[in-house]
């Protein structure tokens, strides 16, 4: 490290956070001049957190590896604390970032709090205002909000929420979202590498789906769920609609990547049986790599999810998201018309993914709503920003 650098570590654990902060490592890492980037991974989420590692071409400086078998919110986040102390002594950055709304996120944020060394907050200020909607999702980011010195808000209205918090202004900074720029990345290598596109294509067919039943004039529906609340009732609920909605569109295929999580994968086999191969048109695969969902959420025609980042994700490239939430921290893309909330709703699911399927004006409508959360440039912002708070 050079005299004049500043040592930036990015802290994260999960897959999702991986994807959101890859762009901004690989964008710190271009002003080596400037930055002495660390990357610190706790591994909450081992195997898929690796896969995201590989498909970025990213190293660790220092790999916590805290996942256990049958690990709960408790060990998560004593383990990631107590880690985090030994690290955070060694390194001492002058900065530590963290991203959005994970366990790691808020406990690596309160371990740099005790050692008084400044958080920053990527994906700072969404809220939906309910503490256990998602949980402990929504109590995260307010935590992580309270300890942070500097906020990265996507978009207008996570700068409100951060604002009616009582955070300072000059302290918050709209930057679009990392995980748009990210998918950029991703997909324009798609599009310019035939190999790499041929090579996912492949991944798929091993995986249990072909894309080429597409060019029958098919329609995909993408479906992906794991939050808690929807534990127990919820995804039994879900489970039946998408069965209802399988053998309403015969024509249609469904494909359904599985959580590794017990809590998703019992529901499924409860409703569909222990042999999940008896429907010719939907099809149960095992968690897929970044890159391969990237390219099946690209041929999708819509997409069914409980999750966060595809909310954002997923209008990019055009696709209509129904989410299985009552709640989202992501209004501006309801408020754009690129996404609705349908719950664990079995009617709800099934009324709206067959409306969307059926009829062409309603898909239009969703399909060319503009995507609010921002152009591909976001960790460039955030660097740029970051440079003049540490006074490069």
């Not at 901004?24 to 898929?48: G, W, Y």
């Not at 709960?72 to 690290?87: F, G, P």
């Not at 998602?134 to 309270?146: A, C, D, F, L, V």
Request: glycine residues 6%; charged residues 20%; contains cysteine.
């Amino acid at each position: 490290m050079t005299r004049q650098q500043k040592t930036v570590m990015l802290v994260f654990g999960t897959r999702p956070e991986a994807i959101k902060m890859a762009p901004l490592i690989k964008e710190f890492q271009k002003k080596s001049d400037i930055f002495n980037t660390l990357v610190c991974v706790t591994a909450q989420h081992r195997q898929l957190l690796d896969q995201v590692m590989d498909v970025f071409h990213l190293t660790a400086d220092y790999d916590l590896d805290i996942m256990q078998q049958g690990q709960d919110l408790y060990d998560i986040t004593s383990r990631v604390l107590l880690s985090m102390r030994d690290v955070l002594r060694q390194a001492r950055p002058d900065l530590v970032l963290v991203h959005g709304d994970t366990t790691t996120s808020t406990a690596a944020a309160l371990a740099a709090f005790y050692q008084q060394i400044p958080v920053g907050h990527i994906e700072a200020g969404l809220r939906t205002g309910n503490i256990y909607s998602p949980w402990p999702e929504e109590m995260n980011r307010q935590i992580t909000g309270r300890i942070a010195s500097y906020h990265f808000a996507p978009t207008e209205t996570s700068r409100e929420n951060l604002l009616k918090e009582n955070v300072h202004p000059s302290n918050i900074y709209v930057t679009g979202n990392t995980v748009i720029d990210a998918l950029h990345l991703v997909v324009n290598e798609l599009k310019c590498d035939k190999r790499l596109a041929d090579r996912e294509r492949q991944t798929l067919i091993g995986c249990g789906y072909d894309v080429s039943r597409l060019n029958e004039g098919k329609k995909l529906v993408l479906i992906t769920g794991h939050r808690r609340e929807n534990f127990g009732d919820g995804f039994h609920n879900i489970c039946k609609a998408i069965k209802m909605l399988v053998l309403r569109h015969p024509n249609v295929d469904f494909i359904y990547p599985m959580h590794l999580n017990p809590n998703v994968r019992n529901p499924i086999h409860q409703v569909f049986g222990e042999n999940l191969n008896d429907y010719q048109n939907l099809f149960f695969i095992e968690p897929l790599e970044y890159l391969s969902f990237v390219y099946l959420m690209e041929k999708s025609f819509l997409v069914l999810t409980d999750s966060g980042g595809v909310q954002e994700e997923a209008p990019s490239l055009g696709k209509p998201v129904l989410v299985m939430r009552d709640t989202t921290e992501r209004p501006e893309a309801v408020l754009a018309g690129t996404v609705k909330l349908v719950g664990a709703n079995y009617q709800k699911i099934v009324d709206e993914v067959s409306q969307l399927i059926l009829d062409d004006h309603s898909y239009s409508l969703m399909s060319k709503a503009n995507n609010p959360y921002g152009d591909g440039q976001a960790s460039k912002r955030i660097v740029e920003i970051i440079r003049n708070i540490l006074g490069q």
